[in-house]
């Protein structure tokens, strides 16, 4: 999949080329081609409304000249360790792509980001100690 739309199309069902438009079909002439696209939605799983999904799918293509990698751990803030390990799990090399991965394994890593919580085991353990600082100060 090359971009986000694409991902989540492809997670939501089918789409399918129609035609192309020619530049010549426009006034002004546009300096690209346009198509007509058939989309077919199987899956009402409303993924375009989820927030996280959104969120994930954006950081893995923010910086394309970029291992998917380097962008789930500067994208979504997820330690470098986790996201190594969901991709151990998933079967994606660490020097691949966004526009590598096929649907599947798309689906597979956004499991491992849900099953995890989605959050980055460091910031979680220095938010929770300074809750904690913060009631003991309110116990005080």
Known sequence: ?????????????????????????????????????????????FLEKKKKWRNFVEASYRHRRKTLLNNLVHGIHVERETTLGWFRKTGIG????AEEI????????YEELIKSGGRNPARSARRD????????????
């Open 129 to 140: 100690s300074s809750r904690n600082r913060e009631n003991r100060k309110d116990d005080s």
């Open 94 to 97: 660490v020097k691949q792509r």
């Open 1 to 45: 999949a090359s971009n986000p739309l694409s991902v989540t199309l492809a997670k939501m069902g089918s789409s399918c080329l129609v035609k192309v438009i020619p530049p010549e079909a426009f006034w002004p002439r546009p300096k690209v081609q346009s198509a007509i696209l058939e989309i077919n939605l199987e899956l009402p799983c």
């Open 102 to 109: 096929k649907a599947d394994l798309w689906d597979a890593l």
